[in-house]
Each structure stands twice: as structure tokens, then as C-alpha cells.
């Protein structure tokens, strides 16, 4: 399993650590946790024009959860919040089966994570909490 699920490319994800950090006035900040795993997510936004123009990531989590945030912190900027929704949910759909969302090739990364149901919240977190960060900035 572990050899399946964390592949070069989600180290090297993790390890690019795209966007991890705080931003110094977001707009707003969301934050999800697994009380199953422990993986923590706080995302922080700025927004203007109804759009995210800023977004930094702290995680405490897995290589997979940390490996989704860097992948967020290349694409998220210039989303807006209804965005953010759709995008977390064609990922859930993504790890249920279905094709990587158009415009986020690097997530086909993640595809091996659907024999392993347990742990889609790992992929999924970062994705919950940009969306609840960016409807909190009104984005």
C-alpha cells in the first residue's frame, strides 16, 4: 500500500509545499481536521474582485494531505468561492472513480488513494477548507 500511495511525485508535492505559510491579513480562514487521522488544514485567503488573489496553507497531516495543499497553492489563486465548492467536489467524485477535474492534471496523483476509502478525508481536507475559507471571504 504504501508504495501505491505515496508515489515520487506526491513527495515531491509535499515537499514543494506550494503556498504553506500564513498569510499576513487573509480575508478570512478556515480550518478542518480528522478526528480519524489527525491531519489539520488552516487556509488562509484574501479575496478581491470575488476572487481568491492570495491563499497560503498551514497543514499538520500525512504526505497525501500535505501533497493536496501544495497542489491547491499552485492552482487556487484567481478561483472564486462557488469554484472552490465545485472543484472539492469533483475531487470527491475523482476519488470515487471518476476523471481528475479539467484544469487539475497533478491530481491524477491521487488516483491510487480510491482502493483506499480511509483515506480520501487525507486528499480531501485542503479542498474542505479553501472552499470554507473562500465563502468566508465572500469569494
Known sequence: MIETLYSQRIKELAADACGAGRLDAPCASAM???????????????????????????????????????????????????????????????????????GWADLAVFEPVRAHRSRHGCVLIPFEALAKAAQAAGG
Open 32 to 102: 478542518r481536521d480528522s478526528p480519524v487521522c489527525g491531519d489539520r488544514v488552516r487556509v488562509d485567503v484574501r479575496v478581491a474582485n470575488g476572487r481568491i488573489a492570495a491563499l497560503a496553507h498551514d497543514v499538520k497531516g500525512c504526505l497525501l494531505c500535505r501533497a493536496a495543499a501544495s497542489v491547491i497553492g499552485q492552482h487556487g489563486v484567481g478561483m472564486s468561492a462557488a469554484e472552490t465548492e465545485a472543484l472539492r467536489e469533483r475531487v470527491a467524485a475523482m476519488l470515487a472513480g471518476g476523471d481528475p477535474p479539467e
